[in-house]
């Protein structure tokens, strides 16, 4: 395997199957909140931007072995993607248990 | 040579730092100053704040789902198991320079209360927020 995947693939590793039992536990709830996660999934992209603009991300010694020679405002693509899937798994967990309970907060009553 | 400078850096880390300052070479052997309270202040910048005006401004929402921070705060271990795996194989490192130089296992001390904690509940209080307002879609 190239070694240049290696950061990408081991984070993979670990949230794929995450989503995948996500969707088989809350595909209904979901699929009606669907758009919730990717707002969230969306202010991912700014806080790895936060990130790269902060640190310098050369100043965290990444070893360019393992990553791709590609960056964004000093944040590496892998951490835009990193972030956007970790808070989108994070706000799906998050719906399925809100919308699990029978009447949530803040909801109307007819 | 941006691996070999780090390298060094490691090694002598605390060693560099004077008045909270620590001085690290980049690789073009560019002088970097860097305050070793830096990824602290990142917090209070980035995660604190926003978790303080959620919090004033939807309190009992908050306190309504407080079980799900828990719930969603032990998913996150994983997350911590992958980070000092990544750690140890040297895929990325925290250089002393950036942080107040306490550890655990191989990460220090912020990353703990950033990823562990401030992180999760910080993306999770948003959800419950951005949920309050949302409506079905069909």
């Known amino acids: 395997m190239n070694l240049h995947y290696l950061y990408l693939v081991s984070f993979l590793i670990i949230i794929l199957p995450s989503f995948i039992i996500l969707f088989y536990l809350g595909h209904k709830r979901l699929s009606k909140y669907w758009h919730v996660p990717l707002y969230v999934g969306g202010i991912g992209f700014i806080f790895a931007a936060s990130e790269g603009i902060a640190f310098n991300w050369q100043l965290w010694a990444d070893n360019e072995k393992y990553i791709l020679p590609y960056r964004f405002l000093n944040a590496q693509i892998e951490t835009y993607l990193l972030n956007f899937l970790l808070f989108t798994a994070i706000a799906c967990s998050t719906v399925i248990m809100v919308k699990r309970k029978p009447r949530p907060l803040y909801t109307r009553r007819r | ?138």
Not at chain 2, 19 to 43: E, P, Q, R, T
Not at chain 2, 66 to 72: L, Q, R, S, T
Not at chain 2, 98 to 122: D, K, W
């Open chain 2, 1 to 138: 040579m941006q691996y070999l400078t780090s390298q060094v850096f490691l090694l002598e880390g605390r060693g560099f730092i004077k008045n909270k300052i620590a001085i690290y070479f980049d690789c073009s052997n560019k002088k970097i100053k860097m305050l070793s309270y830096s990824y602290l202040v990142w917090l209070l910048i980035f995660l604190v704040t926003p978790l303080l005006f959620m919090w004033v401004f939807y309190q009992k929402l908050l306190r309504h789902y407080a079980h799900i921070f828990v719930v969603n705060g032990l998913l996150v271990v994983f997350g911590l198991i992958w980070d000092n795996w990544g750690t140890a194989h040297r895929l990325w490192s925290f250089p002393s320079g950036s942080n107040v130089g306490y550890r655990f296992l191989y990460l220090p001390i912020e990353e703990y209360i950033a990823f562990g904690v401030l992180f999760t509940f910080m993306v999770t209080a948003l959800t419950i927020i951005i949920l309050s307002y949302s409506k079905v879609t069909k």
